[in-house]
């Protein structure tokens, strides 16, 4: 009996150890965390605020109310009013196409779809450029028929739409992937067409998945600073975006007009964050309330079952 009581002590001792360790362990790398997110997030984007207000208030709003920087704003929302749709589109086209059918080339068109993770912004840029410019392949028939592409906005979008369009079709892809199509199979056996499956059961099944593709596109397409800047031309009121806006003040001394810049590009970034973070908040607490209904049905669901069993 003593060797029993001994032996449990023991093994309490070593999950008491265990848990010790687990716990410093957690607490290492929870400081390691917080000492990272501190100074490689926290105090760039603190820097840029106070940078920003360091003049007070008038010469912040001042700078934010130049008629270039107006401009930059309206460019840089109609570049992702423009953008954002057309990768949702494709987005939702290609996840359909690679989750739900297997065909012959669907590697190649993957590794098409995550092209432009692997290839450098600027390279983009460029390619466009190539294609597009005065001596590019098009370039002497756009010539022709007076229409400009490199150096004006058409240019700006493409190279903002190349860039962002993994970021819709990549979250897709692994959501429809991971729900599967016995839905979709059992619509189309019951005589649904096609648009009435992707309407009334696919993307009701993937909303969450496709809200967070959409913000992460406007993101990166609000933010978007290689590719853009290759193709722009830096033509002031005309072809600046935001971040080109900030690089211009930045390299005429103007710290304060630079920084308010940033900070108005480092809010809609957090505000972006802050729309991701209620989007998911959202649908955990949709999916409890669902648990917690199937939860309290359950009891119902197995005293009407024993009823049955009994009454003849």
């Not at 003049?55 to 920087?69: C, E, N, V």
């Not at 953008?83 to 494709?90: E, R, S």
């Not at 211009?248 to 920084?259: M, S, T």
């Amino acid at each position: 009996m003593s060797g029993i009581v001994t032996q449990r002590a023991g093994s309490a001792q070593r999950r008491d150890t265990q848990v010790g360790e687990s716990l410093l362990t957690r607490v290492s790398l929870i400081a390691l965390a917080l000492l990272f997110l501190g100074i490689f997030l926290v105090a760039p984007i603190a820097t840029v605020f106070v940078s920003a207000f360091s003049k007070g208030i008038g010469p912040y709003w001042d700078a934010l109310t130049q008629s270039d920087t107006v401009d930059a704003i309206g460019l840089t929302l109609l570049t992702a009013g423009i953008a954002v749709p057309l990768n949702v589109v494709f987005g939702i086209a290609a996840a359909w196409l690679i989750s739900k059918y297997d065909f012959w080339g669907k590697s190649v068109l993957i590794t098409i779809v995550d092209l432009p993770f692997s290839v450098s912004p600027v390279i983009s840029g460029l390619i466009f450029v190539l294609l597009f410019g005065a001596r590019g392949w098009f370039g002497p028939y756009l010539s022709e028929h007076d229409v400009k592409v490199i150096f004006a906005v058409p240019g700006i979008v493409l190279a903002t739409t190349f860039v962002t369009f993994p970021l819709v079709a990549r979250e897709l892809i692994a959501v429809m992937q991971a729900q599967g199509s016995d839905e979709e199979e059992a619509a189309l056996t019951l005589g649904a067409s096609g648009l009435q499956i992707l309407w009334r059961i696919t993307l009701p099944k993937v909303r969450w998945g496709l809200l967070y593709g959409v913000i992460l596109c406007n993101a990166r397409a609000m933010g978007e600073f290689g590719a853009v800047s290759v193709v722009s031309g830096h033509i002031r009121g005309l072809t600046n975006t935001l971040p080109l806006q900030v690089e211009i003040l930045y390299n005429e001394y103007n710290f304060v007009g630079a920084f308010a810049v940033a900070s108005l590009l480092s809010a809609l970034a957090l505000v972006t964050l802050c729309v991701k973070k209620g989007a998911e908040w959202a649908a955990s607490s949709r999916q409890a309330k669902r648990d917690a209904s199937q939860r309290a049905l359950a009891p119902a669901a197995r005293s009407a079952i024993s009823l049955e069993g009994v009454v003849p």
